[in-house]
Each structure stands twice: as C-alpha cells, then as structure tokens.
C-alpha cells in the first residue's frame, strides 16, 4: 500500500520515492504526493522520474499510475516525483471553496440532497435534487462564507479512522466533515467567491463556484 504523503503535506511539490511495482505502463510507487481522482476532486498532473503522469486510479488502498510507452522504469527504481503546483494549489483552493458552500447549504436549506460534485482548475460545482431556484441564497451563502475566509481559520485535517483511510477536515464552531481531498491550512487562502447557478434539468440545481 502507497504511503500518502499528500495526506501528511499537500503543499508539497517533490518527493523521492521508489518504483514498486510496474505492470507495461501502470506501476505503483511506495511514497506518493500525487493525488488520484475521488471524491469529485481531480487527479494532479506531473511527473515520475521524468514521465508525464497520464493517469492515476485508485485501487483500495493503492494508487495506479499510468506512464507512456518507452517509460524505461522498474520495480526498486529510485525516483523523483513532481507535481504541478499551480494546478494542485487551485484544485485545493477550489476544494474547500466547494466545502464551505456544501456545508452551508445543509445548514441554511435542512434536508437537501447533493447528487453531484466535480472539482476542476477552472471552477468546482456542486449539484441538488432541488425544484426551487438556489439562487435566492447566493446572497446569505456568500456572507456567511466570506465571514469563514476573512477570519482565517484554522483547517485541520486528520484521519477519523485510519485503517480504513477515512479522514476528515474541521474548523471549529462551523463543522466536521468526512472527506480524503487535499485541504489548505487555513480558510484565507480560499480567496473571493463567487457563485453562478445553472438548471440542469427538472428538480435539479447546479452550483458553480469560481474563486479569485
């Protein structure tokens, strides 16, 4: 099983690790920094050994990492892992962007049903199973998130169970929540946000959330 490093310091861009296993262009590594698709979240773009990184799949517990043809790597290689931080840190910024408002919408709306979720560079969006237009709350879902980021919170993320790989992330007096993305440190670091609605289809609304 990947120790993951991303979990312990995602503000870290490079780390040396070992080649575990290679099966043609899928291996697996012992240390990893490199953050694989789950929870809506995007995978991280970068390097091993000096390979683009074409794809990372979750496995259990494992990380399966894709690499071109001609790679040239084998099991007890030792490597240089690279990601790129420009990506990683929007990704993350747009992460809690995305949490906050979630959080605040359960808060402010009781029962509603998430049904969807995807956080990509540009923006992250979130979707209900909700007939009424969720626009309304833009106003209230923005005071109350701007009142999080301006106070500068701590974030502190930390596993809930560990041999399963459940973590979660909290600020304290707002909420717990469970979740395995890459988070700040602290809620300043989000940024401005900004908020745009799209219908989706009957009974269904779309959050799209943009930071600046």
Same mark, same amino acid.
């Given at each position: 099983?990947?120790? #993951?490093?991303?979990? +312990?310091?995602?503000? %870290? ?9 290679? $099966? !043609? $262009? ?15 979240? +995007? ?6 050994? *000096? ?6 799949? @979750?496995? *259990? ?14 099991? *007890?290689?030792?490597? %240089?892992?690279? &990601? ?14 995305? =949490?906050?408002? /979630? ?10 049903? #998430? ?7 540009? @923006? ?8 009424? $237009? ?13 009142? /999080? ?20 992330? =909290? ?19 989000? *940024? ?5 609605? @799209? $219908?989706? !289809? #009957?009974? #269904? +609304?779309?959050?799209? &959330?943009?930071?600046?």
């Amino acid at each position: 099983m990947v120790r #993951k490093v991303f979990w +312990e310091d995602p503000y %870290l861009t490079e780390l040396d690790t070992t080649v575990v296993s290679v $099966n !043609g $262009n899928e291996i697996t590594v012992e240390d990893t920094i490199f953050y694989a698709f789950s929870g809506g979240q +995007e995978s991280d773009a970068g390097t091993i050994g *000096g390979c683009s990184v074409l794809q990372a799949v @979750k496995q *259990g517990k494992e990380i399966i990492y894709t690499l071109p043809e001609g790679h040239g790597l084998a099991a *007890g290689d030792k490597v %240089l892992m690279c &990601i790129d931080w420009d990506r990683r840190y929007r990704l993350m910024r747009l992460h809690f962007a995305a =949490e906050l408002i /979630l959080e605040l919408v359960y808060q402010h709306l009781g029962d509603v049903q #998430k049904i969807g979720a995807h956080i990509a560079q540009d @923006k992250s969006r979130i979707d209900f199973a909700l007939s009424d $237009n969720i626009a309304a709350h833009f106003p209230l879902l923005q005071e109350r998130a701007h009142a /999080l980021i301006t106070a500068n919170h701590d974030i502190i993320s930390s596993f809930s169970e560990e041999e399963t790989e459940r973590r979660t992330w =909290e600020i304290h007096g707002f909420s717990k929540v469970p979740c395995g993305g890459t988070h700040l440190k602290r809620t300043g670091e989000v *940024g401005s946000i900004s908020l745009k609605r @799209k $219908n989706i !289809g #009957k009974g #269904k +609304e779309r959050i799209e &959330i943009y930071v600046s």
